[in-house]
């Protein structure tokens, strides 16, 4: 999974529904609503991006052909349809909508993953990926990091979001339930009565976002004005019903910001559990796009009124069932002796430190490049690995590839170009990476890892410390001894474009994207709002 803080819920609900039931705080009103200033006269038009974790594009498809999905099909049919949007990696929630924010990859943005290890605090910082993970890293710690520092301290603040950008062009925005959305506006998170069990947080947090932010039960500028699901056994808002209902509420009340950011968790859930090729969440995905379009008076009137933009984060592939044995044991291969802990002090007999992203990794030497460079044998010994990367301080990249003794090395810059006119210098086997090369005219094409080149070494230059990118092989995930996994279900974290491409449907605007990417969606977001300049009056 890759929710973030519903994790943490999920951690400690049937502890406080023993203990405090289904109690929550009455929360004093945030006033965002009278942040958004009227509409008067003309207008252009308004941007919401509605982005679905782990939406697929055979998921449409397939909806499509058995003529079970009338809504994406009338979207489909009046927009246009992309099956190809290249995510960000590790294909994360926290790392694509860093990317998707900011426009840049994580070199920049500085989220390398919904878990990583912190070389300058010497701790391993963790939004949430698993209820044994976050309990043994301690519920507090993942709180602080994922309410706190997420957004303060770790999304680099030198490199602006959408939310700031927009700010300083006198345009206003709005996040539903992103958990990335730093921006100018001061807010307070009211922490309910129930979290201060397993944590220390104060009452209230203060944090900078968006014109418009809610945030599930933490902040929610409609407590009493719209009956929203936002109770414990709701995952205090975490639903794609309290943002649809959100949405609605601001279209109906011509409060709709510029910009609208809207984070819809529900099918990654189903997704995991039961594996890519379920269709019931898009099925309920398809209705709630129907209620969103009919709240501004019909389909067409949407069409008019707003550009609407639907995306998916990351694709997912299928886990093996148990008996098949899907899961890596990292911990297995190198030795308990070797590994240190979630949670664990750091101590001179242990010299390898795991952050699992389920099919992904990132494995830490605690004592150097030896270390590692020992580590990247062990991993490619494993015939399941997919493959095992590393950067050297001159620059190169060096990607093995797993079960075999093919390797291959990289840099930036070169007489090779791609078609997102990157240029790269490669030496070794092009096909660990599936890299398609054209020496006549030093054109280099991506296939089964799409943008790999920058991906990879975008990941690799995230944090600081000695570390290596391992993945898995379609089929199997990675695993530490308390990471959470999904035998029989889905998963995703690693590069391979099963997991990287996603659909994007975009609504409302004959204005195309230049290039289908994650990391340039923000650029096409700014030049759509740029030519519909808003009147507030």
Known sequence: MKWGIFFIIAAVLIVLLIVVGSSRNQKPKEQDLSRIKPETGAKGKKVILLLADSLMSQSIDRGLR?????????????????????????TMSVTIDSTLLTGRYPSEHRLPGLTWYSAKDKKVINYGTGPIEVLRQGVNNVLTDGLIHLNQDHLNPDVPTIHEELARHGLQSGSINGLIYRGPAVHKLTIPAWLHIPSSLPDEIEVKGPDFLTLGALTNPLEGLADLPDNLTDKIGFNNRFSFETVKYLVRHRKLPDFLFVYLPDLDQELHKNGPSSLKGVKDLDGQLESLLQSFGSREQAMKEAVILISGDSGMTRILPADRNPEIDLSALFGDDRVLSPGEEESGSKDILFTVNETMAYVYSLKG???????????????????????????????????????????????????????????GDSQVLDLKV??????????????????????????????????????????????????????????????????????????KPTLLRMVDLKSYLLDLLAKNPPNHG
């Not at 079960?403 to 810059?413: E, F, I, V």
């Not at 005219?441 to 990118?469: F, I, T």
């Open 438 to 511: 054209n020496d006549v005219n030093n054109m280099l094409e991506y296939d089964e890892y799409p943008d790999v080149l920058m991906r990879l070494k975008s990941a690799l230059d995230s944090h600081e410390g000695d570390y290596l990118v391992v993945t898995a092989k379609p089929g199997y995930e990675l695993k530490d001894k308390n990471s959470p996994t999904h035998k029989g279900g889905g998963g995703h974290g690693s590069i391979r474009k099963a997991e990287s491409l996603v659909p994007l449907i975009i609504c409302g605007t004959d204005r």
């Open 66 to 90: 058995e003529k079970e999905l009338p809504t994406f099909r009338f979207l489909i049919e009046h927009g246009q349809y992309y099956k190809n949007m290249v995510s960000s990696f590790p």
């Open 369 to 427: 490049t030896d270390t590692l460079k020992e580590a990247a044998k062990v991993l490619q010994a494993d015939s399941r690995i997919d493959f095992v990367a590393w950067k050297e301080r001159d620059g190169w990249v060096n990607v093995i590839q797993g079960g075999t003794s093919k390797a291959l090395k990289y840099k930036a810059d070169g007489k090779l170009q791609d078609t997102y006119r990157q240029s790269w210098t490669i030496d």
